[in-house]
T-cell receptor, first 113, second 111 residues
Framework: NAGVTQTPKFQVLKTGQSMTLQCAQD?????MSWYRQDPGMGLRLIHY???????DQGEVPNGYNVSRSTTEDFPLRLLSAAPSQTSVYFC????????????FGSGTRLTVV | DAKTTQPPSMDCAEGRAANLPCNHS???????VYWYRQIHSQGPQYIIH???NNETNEMASLIITEDRKSSTLILPHATLRDTAVYYC????????????FGQGTTLQVKP
């Protein structure tokens, strides 16, 4: 098992550009989430999903879109990048409404200039 | 999910036990106490969780008070690699998946 795989690991965008951060897990986990972590700050939930076709907003959803067409993949789309979206983005997954912890990916470090 | 309160920072001597407290006085009956840690800028790592019984695994022990209003994460022999931010989260078993992190406790293990 590869666990939770995030690509790319690093990305530099210009203001106004769009891009998709990829997240894939091979553990057949139902639940998946996206977090952002600004320098020196805590983790904030952007969007989450409890299964294919089901997504919901977290604490800071503005400027981001998600979809969940398969169990394995949960991409995060930045519609029009802004410098305020410079952050480290973490994806996480969990088996479902069971008593297991989330498994996190290693993160994507995004800089918007 | 219930709010948790943790001290912002703690120090521990290498080789000694690190005891990290967490207050969750409003926890409800179906909420588990979960602990995660984040080492430097890595992705958070699940450590342990429990409902009302004490739990132990290869990483740590979790002691939950009988009234479930507080808990303590114990790292029995802290090493320098345990320096991290530790998060205590109350999370319901039927939760929709909306896991919210607080500020956590920064544990500094010193030689």
């Amino acid at each position: 098992n590869a666990g939770v795989t995030q690509t790319p690991k690093f990305q530099v965008l210009k203001t106004g550009q769009s891009m998709t951060l990829q997240c894939a897990q091979d553990m057949n986990h139902e639940y998946m989430s996206w977090y952002r972590q600004d320098p020196g700050m805590g983790l904030r939930l952007i969007h989450y999903s409890v299964g294919a076709g089901i997504t919901d907003q977290g604490e800071v959803p503005n400027g981001y879109n998600v979809s969940r067409s398969t169990t394995e993949d949960f991409p995060l789309r930045l519609l029009s990048a802004a410098p305020s979206q410079t952050s480290v983005y973490f994806c996480a997954s969990r088996p479902g409404p069971t008593n297991y912890g989330y498994t996190f990916g290693s993160g994507t470090r995004l800089t918007v200039v | 999910d219930a709010k948790t309160t943790q001290p912002p920072s703690m120090d521990c001597a290498e080789g000694r036990a690190a005891n990290l407290p967490c207050n969750h006085s409003t926890i409800s009956g179906n909420e588990y106490v979960y602990w995660y840690r984040q080492i430097h800028s890595q992705g958070p790592q699940y450590i342990i969780h429990g409902l009302k019984n004490n739990e132990t695994n290869e990483m740590a022990s979790l002691i939950i008070t009988e009234d479930r209003k507080s808990s303590t994460l114990i790292l029995p022999h802290a090493t320098l690699r345990d320096t991290a931010v530790y998060y205590c989260i109350a999370f319901g078993s039927g939760n929709t998946g909306k896991l919210i992190f607080g500020q956590g406790t920064t544990l500094q293990v010193k030689p």
